[in-house]
């Protein structure tokens, strides 16, 4: 069965800190994984990743893939309050139907 | 507004009603996806449509659960007899295929369904 694990379940750190998201997972023809971050609403899209090795960055958010080991990491470097939401992993299968399985997020709290 | 749009953003409702929730994709995508969160969790997925058809639905969608997308834009999805448990946030999210090698699902806002 397909699944995505996140890790940790919870985090509370304090502004300025760099916090490091695990998302690891066990999927039949990978196709992609992807990474939103969800606040009091709907996940919005943070990155795509396709290719190993090849890091994505967009401002303080950054993002890799390992394909081997099967586990991909978001990086958040000098948090701040609203960078506190929940971090959606998800990855995607190269199949028709149920294409996309959702890890549970990890819950992070910036403290001022 | 070009992203995707659900309404009623908010529904309360007794247990044994039926309920309807309407979502609208961005315009140019031929996919739409309904996915159930509850709190504490990732969404899990019910049901998508590849234009107007229903291509697959999760076991999760009992027979009181029935989604349609008739003219291959919105969609609705119905809840009928609902139960406590169905309470959760019901989210849409659409894609285009195969525009994109991979697939890249954008999020409504979302339906919070409560019933009491």
Redesign the interface.
Known sequence: EDK?VQSPLSLVVHEGDTVTLNCSYEVTNF??L?W?KQEK?????LF?L?SSGIEKKSGRLSSILDKKELFSILNITATQTGDSAVY?C?V?ARR??????????TRLSVLP | DTGVSQNPRHKITKRGQNVTFRCDPISEHNRLYWYRQTLGQGPEFLTYFQNEAQLEKSRLLSDRFSAERPKGSFSTLEIQRTEQGDSAMYLCASSFVPREPQETQYFGPGTRLLVL
């Open positions: 995505v196709r992609s992807l939103y609403k709907a996940p919005t899209f795509m396709t959606l998800a995607e028709e139907g149920q294409n996309f399985v959702f890890g549970p997020g």
